[in-house]
């Protein structure tokens, strides 16, 4: 198999910074993937409409609860909150995420995340809280903090971006949870399944930035973006 494959680092730190808080009623739009995490979607949903009912936050929670429809749900989120100046929020993992973004920057509105995924990376990574209910009280704040976005062939991701082996490990993944529920184990034994089987190697032409372009044989190509300082770290935002 053969592929081309350009990776852009763009780091909006400027636009990010300039961009005033949000206002303190400004209604928040919550796309919420069933498929996230290991509990049912109402349990998860609860903690997060309790905090907002209780800080008297307009809010409307967009469910998703089967992939094809997360990128018309990220849209529908993101033309809300521009229309009437407020939040969209991510309730699910890295992936849920990742679908978000583009829809959130072609908007030009402020993005929070509230980590319901199952490793919950780019939330580690930003110093987010994991716990629903503080991460939701993060979001109430609206203090919107620089994060550095990322694009491989001109598909914008924020925690990483994969060909190859490694997009079959989480499909595999996905398959194992629906079989036998949402947890780390299940999670780490899909993954054993999957590298036992032979994997045909990808031939690809890969250019980093103006970089010369280099080809390379590899099972996977994974480009992760890990970009946080400590001023990034412990503070409210999206």
């Known amino acids: 198999m053969q592929g081309t494959c350009r990776i852009i680092w763009k780091d909006l730190d400027m636009p990010l910074v300039e961009h005033p808080a949000a206002?303190?009623?400004a209604p928040i739009y919550i796309v919420a993937n069933a498929r996230s995490g290991h509990l049912g979607q109402d349990q998860r949903l609860e903690p997060i409409e309790q905090t907002l009912r209780a800080a008297g936050r307009p809010f409307e929670i967009l469910?998703?609860?089967?992939?094809?429809?997360l990128g018309d749900a990220a849209r529908r989120a993101a033309e809300l909150a521009r229309r009437h100046a407020g939040i969209v929020a991510v309730a699910g993992g890295d992936g849920t995420i990742n679908a978000v973004v583009p829809e959130v920057?072609?908007?030009?509105?402020c993005l929070g995340v509230i980590a319901q995924g199952t490793f919950n990376l780019f939330a580690r990574n930003y110093g987010l809280p994991l716990d629903v209910a503080q991460a939701t009280e993060v979001v109430l704040g609206g203090h919107p903090i620089p994060v550095q976005v990322g694009t491989v062939n001109e598909h914008l991701f924020l925690v990483n971006a994969s060909v190859g082996l490694y997009p079959r490990l989480l499909q595999d993944r996905e398959h194992f949870k629906r079989r036998f529920g949402r947890n780390r184990l299940v999670a780490?034994?899909?993954a054993l399944v999957?590298?036992?089987h032979r994997y045909r190697p990808l031939r690809l032409r890969v250019q980093v930035d103006a970089a010369a372009p280099r080809t390379m044989h590899t099972?996977?190509?994974?480009?992760?973006?890990s970009f946080?300082?400590?001023r990034h770290r412990h503070r409210g935002g999206g």
């Open 188 to 190: 780490v034994v899909s």
């Open 105 to 109: 920057i072609t908007a030009g509105v």
């Open 63 to 69: 469910k998703v609860g089967r992939a094809g429809e």
């Open 219 to 225: 099972p996977t190509l994974f480009v992760g973006n």
């Open 228 to 230: 946080a300082t400590e």
């Open 194 to 196: 999957t590298m036992i």
């Open 23 to 25: 206002p303190a009623k």
